[in-house]
């Protein structure tokens, strides 16, 4: 006998657009007419699925994974970078030194108490490990350095700056090293698409040791005994190997390339979202005619590694709406479904408002050696910090509102900057798209000033306090070196809009909040901090580590963090 859970969050959820179901409450669990089981059932195979997949695996624990899609999600689809350090072989074969103390006291500046500091020593003291642990399996990384200040390094370069190490305070607290571990794969020139060669090696390494993979597989309600143990999911599956498997497979492809193909709020965009938006509307037709229902039962646990929320409008809409006008930097997968099955067994969120934003304005260096100002015309950063973090003072302290402004000595650097080959093409690109058409102008700066309804007295002052600092005469009031300022004295002078709904320099947001865990095992909490047993999180699906402050390959290495944890968690292996 069985009957459902009461909880009341299907009907919450189906309001933001996700078909989840409350559990079902199962008497008899043997009698249940499960298709198939394992010890651990995975939802959503990207980073933290594939993760704690192979750990299991290894462990001698059986694994089921599903995936709506393809499997990889927005880890494969990344541009690769892996956040790692403490002396990791790659560092060492670059001749970078580093050490989990120095890491840990800049991570600790990143993270703050978003998690507590023994889980953050954990993660730390675990990175070298984890980067031999991705090699042994056929991760490829390459210790070739670049050891400047970028966004994202030229794409012969596979060891960098990913985060505000570099930057004047921070590298008074913390020694800087390069931790970011860029895959060492070459596609063409293009940014992003590289984490396939990090996910892929390790979903291979699993299949290898016994994981059944299910792709094109929904998990739409979790199953719980009467103690309240999840002890399996219902899922509904195109049938494999079949010709509808093959054309979802088709316009998912078909989809998630036009969509991507443009950011929404530039010239055409309209167009290549509407031809993405037809695609995915056939690939939902085939969901809604032929999948098969079956019930998959998980003798140790359930983890939910579905991804975040940020594909979801709904859901930016209700947690995040000064993020509305971002550009969602995600795949099809990320639209909070995993976050809301944890939530149908009683489980609780926390920073579900927490989004990162990435503004990023160096290259071209002649921006970042500029001032930022907000809507009264004063500054409120380091130019030079990591695109992450001036995208969290834009959003969430200046009401989104910003703007570079800059002088005709530092607009003809800027397009020289654009002409170096050694720019990453979407590098080179955005700055002259924003060089040309990004820009207000105006022969002194009173008048730019009344152009941009800056307060004149405050966008006068706050450039006379720069040109001091620039030329050395006194400190700069954020710490910004010398060597990264430029006197603002030549006219005509120009502001750039930045803020989060610039027309032509679109803003990519990913979503942080999630389900709450229990850091030393990854089982999901309830409103009263209990565990629920059988049920895990991980990856954006969940809080982590990258969860207060995003840098490069941070999000990917909680990811690992996270899954294999739980994996450990389920075999009995404790961390």
């Known amino acids: 006998m069985s009957n459902r859970r009461p909880g009341g969050i299907a009907e919450k959820a189906r309001a933001l657009g996700l078909e989840i179901d409350d559990p079902l409450v199962v008497e008899d669990v043997d009698a249940h007419p499960w298709s198939e089981e394992a010890d651990l059932v995975v939802v959503g195979l990207g980073g933290a699925g594939v993760a704690a997949a192979l750990e299991a695996v290894e462990r001698g624990v059986s694994v089921i994974a599903v995936d709506r899609y393809e499997g990889g999600g927005s880890t494969s689809a990344n541009g690769g970078i892996f956040y790692a350090g403490g002396g990791t ?116 390494a699993a299949l290898r040791l016994g994981l059944r993979f299910h792709r094109h597989t929904e998990a739409r309600q979790l199953a719980m005994d009467p103690t309240g143990r999840v002890i399996g999911v219902r899922v509904l599956s195109i049938p494999s190997d079949s010709r509808a498997a093959r054309l979802f497979s088709k316009y998912i492809a078909k989809a998630d390339r036009y969509l991507a193909m443009l950011p929404p709020a530039l010239p055409f965009a309209a167009i290549t979202i509407g031809i993405g938006n037809r695609y995915l509307r056939k690939a939902m037709a085939i969901e809604a005619h032929g999948r098969t229902e079956r019930w998959i039962r998980a003798r140790q646990g359930v983890l939910l590694s579905a991804g975040g929320y940020i594909m979801n409008p709904r859901m930016v809409a209700e947690h ?18 995993g976050i809301y099955l944890g939530l149908s067994a009683g489980g609780s969120t926390a920073l579900m408002s927490k989004i ?23 500054r409120f950063v380091d130019e030079t910090v990591y695109g992450a973090t001036l995208g969290e003072h834009i959003g ?67 450039i006379a306090d720069y040109n001091r600092a620039a030329r050395g005469d006194v400190p700069d ?39 709450r865990v229990e850091e030393e095992t990854g089982l999901v909490l309830d409103d009263e901090r209990r565990v629920i047993p059988g049920l895990y999180a991980a990856g954006r699906c969940a809080v982590g580590i990258a969860s207060q402050t995003y840098v490069s390959g941070l999000s990917y290495a909680d990811c690992v963090f996270s899954g294999r944890r739980a994996a450990r968690h389920v075999a009995g292996a404790n961390v």
Do not use: C
Not at 92 to 106: L, R, S, V
Not at 320 to 327: I, K, L, N, Q
Not at 412 to 418: E, I, L
Not at 478 to 503: C, L, N, T, W
């Open 89 to 204: 072989a790659i560092q060492k074969e670059a001749g970078e030194e580093d050490t989990p103390e120095e890491m840990y006291k800049y991570l600790k500046i990143e993270a703050g108490d978003v998690v507590s500091d023994a889980t953050l020593r954990r993660f730390v003291d675990e990175s070298v490990e984890t980067v031999d642990w991705i090699m042994a399996h056929g991760g490829p990384f390459s210790g070739t350095a670049w050891r400047k200040k970028a966004s994202y390094p030229p794409l012969d370069y596979f060891l960098y700056h990913p985060d505000n190490t570099l930057v004047g305070d921070y590298a008074r607290r913390a020694k800087p090293a390069a931790r970011g571990h860029r895959a060492f794969v070459r596609n063409g020139k293009k940014a992003w698409g590289l984490g396939f060669a990090i996910y892929e090696p390790l979903r291979q």
């Open 320 to 337: 995040a709406p000064d993020y509305r006008d971002g550009m969602p930097n995600g795949t099809l997968g990320d639209q909070g479904a």
């Open 356 to 378: 990162s934003a990435w503004r990023f304005i160096n290259p071209p260096k002649a921006w970042a050696d500029a001032i930022v100002v907000n809507a009264r015309g004063e």
């Open 396 to 462: 969430d302290r200046q009401g989104g509102r910003a703007w570079i402004v800059y002088d005709a000595k530092a607009r003809k650097a800027a397009f020289a900057q654009a002409r170096d080959p050694i720019l990453v093409p979407f590098q080179r690109d955005v700055t002259r798209l924003n060089l040309l058409f990004n820009y207000r102008k105006a022969p002194t700066i009173d008048a730019l000033s009344a152009k941009m309804g800056f307060d004149p007295a405050i966008l006068a002052s706050t």
């Open 477 to 515: 009031m954020f710490g910004k070196g010398p060597e990264d300022m430029q006197p603002i004295v030549q006219g005509p002078f120009y502001a750039m809009d930045i803020s989060v709904a610039s027309r032509f320099l679109p803003l990519p947001v990913i979503s942080f909040g999630g389900l």
